[in-house]
């Protein structure tokens, strides 16, 4: 017997079964892998397996968004946090892990665990009884199934497909300017970047010569959605195709010269905060270095910093900012939540967080206790709060922590001192949320 299923031993998953096990709290952790099953991108069967990179990225807590993340999720006793620590390998300031000795670990803390029954299955339904869903971006397809059926998709797998998102502070809005075209809804809706012929030339033939990435053999037959070819791909389809698409400059009267430009580049508002705004029709599989060479080309975004690039690759998220209430439960079904990749953050340490937070969640609730969201002034309730409310249900993309989640800094600020009032705003907001929790696990030791 056991007071709550996790079904998903990666990231979010064994951090999620750790945090609740720490409450007290027994859990049954299914994971496929080192049974029957895998996945297309897994290899072995240890729990919180690194797919690809063996980076969690900065580890740098004063001015950089996931370094805050970690140290907030030490303090909360993260076992990702923990193995990760232990298992650290040279990286600079950024926080790098040898990825066997990390997943090793990870799983001989959870079997080891007294609360903890790890169950080499997969699960093709979703349960009845508490549970939190934490599958991932490559969740089998019988539980995927399931899962669309109770949310309403249509379809969880699908490509993903990403257009850069930019950091409203670093649009030079001397170049660009705030219109709708023809001055439909507010009149001011987008921000547009004016190319003349020259430029939008050069743009054009440097989509077409700029290095992409592969498709991986398993993301070959997945399902285009409509509506989101590459731009490079519309490029190649002939010089014009762009300049009568997404890049058309009619109905936008450019304030320098007072006439329509010969071609735009168009931003739309991504979050409500208004700090992020995307490229519209950008989605690309130019390599990243690329993307920010030749999306620097355009006027008005020669400084602009990316808070994400664009991309397209095979996903499985659910449109969590409609469909999960402020502690990760599934509305229609409350007794299930979700966590990791799944909800639509992106990322190992994003996932784990998740994790963390739908465990301390349930946790509380299973033990007749009720906790607040953390406030959002910090990483972990600027994510939680991204994923569960503030981002647009319609366009809603994976994203990463920074600091465009962030409620904004009041004021004009150098951007370097800007960062550290992130980081001291959070640190000052953290311990009063911890202190307000039930018992957890002990912290992590901070480094050095
Ligand atoms: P996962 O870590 O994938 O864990 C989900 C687990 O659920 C898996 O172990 C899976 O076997 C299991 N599972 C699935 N379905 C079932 C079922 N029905 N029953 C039982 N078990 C099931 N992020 C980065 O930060 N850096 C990277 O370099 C990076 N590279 C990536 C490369 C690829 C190819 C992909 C797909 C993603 C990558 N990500 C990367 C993004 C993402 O953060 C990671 O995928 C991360 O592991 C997600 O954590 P998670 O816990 O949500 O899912």
Not at 85 to 92: E, K, L, M, Q, T
């Amino acid at each position: 017997t056991y007071d709550i299923h996790v079904i998903g031993g990666g990231l979010a998953g064994s951090e999620a079964a750790w945090q609740l096990a720490e409450a007290g709290l027994k859990v049954r952790l299914s994971e496929m892998r080192g049974g029957a099953d895998t996945t297309p991108a897994h290899h072995g069967g240890d729990l919180a397996e690194l797919v690809c990179s063996n980076s969690f990225r900065s580890d740098d807590a004063t001015s950089n968004a996931v370094g805050l993340l970690h140290q907030e999720m030490r303090a909360l006793g993260s076992i990702i946090m923990a193995k990760g620590d232990v298992h650290a390998v040279p990286a600079g300031s950024a926080l790098a892990v040898d990825r066997d000795g990390f997943s090793g670990g990870v799983t001989a803390a959870l079997a080891a665990h007294p609360n903890i029954t790890i169950v080499r299955e997969r699960i093709d339904t979703l349960p009845d009884g508490p549970a939190i869903i934490a599958t991932g971006p490559l969740t089998a397809p019988s539980l995927a199934g399931g899962i669309g059926a109770a949310t309403g998709a249509e379809a969880l797998a699908f490509f993903d497909a990403i257009a850069p998102i930019v950091h409203r502070e670093s649009i030079d809005l001397e170049v660009a300017w705030f219109q709708s075209r023809w001055n439909k809804g507010t009149g001011k809706d987008y921000i547009n970047c004016p190319m003349n012929k020259d430029q939008y030339l050069a743009f054009h033939q440097a989509l077409i010569d700029g290095e992409k990435t592969e498709f991986r053999e398993w993301e070959k037959d997945t399902p285009y959605f409509d509506g989101c070819m590459p731009v490079e791909v519309m490029a190649e389809r002939g010089v014009d195709t762009l300049r009568f698409g997404p890049m058309k400059g009619v109905g936008l009267d450019d304030p320098r010269t007072g006439r329509w430009p010969y071609a735009v580049v168009q931003l739309r508002q991504d979050n409500a905060a208004g700090t992020l705004w995307n490229i519209v029709g950008f989605q690309t599989k130019l390599k990243y270095a690329e993307q920010i060479r030749i999306f620097r080309t355009i006027p008005g975004l020669e400084k602009a910093e990316f808070a994400r690039l664009g991309g397209l690759h095979r996903n499985t998220f659910i449109r969590s900012p409609e469909l999960l209430d402020t502690t990760l439960r599934l509305k229609s079904r409350p007794n299930l939540r979700f966590a990791g990749q799944i909800t639509g953050c992106e990322g190992y340490i994003e996932s784990a967080a998740i994790g963390l937070l739908a465990g301390r969640f349930a946790a509380a609730e299973l033990t007749g206790k009720t906790i607040a969201p953390p406030p959002v002034e910090t990483a972990l309730g600027a994510l939680l709060g991204h994923i569960t409310g503030l981002a647009e249900a319609e366009t809603y993309q994976p994203m990463n922590v920074n600091f465009g989640l962030f409620p904004p800094i009041p004021g004009r600020t150098k951007k370097a001192d800007r960062k550290k009032m992130y980081t001291d705003r959070a640190r000052e907001a953290l311990p009063g949320w911890i202190n307000s929790l039930p018992p957890g696990p002990p912290p992590v030791p901070q480094p050095a």
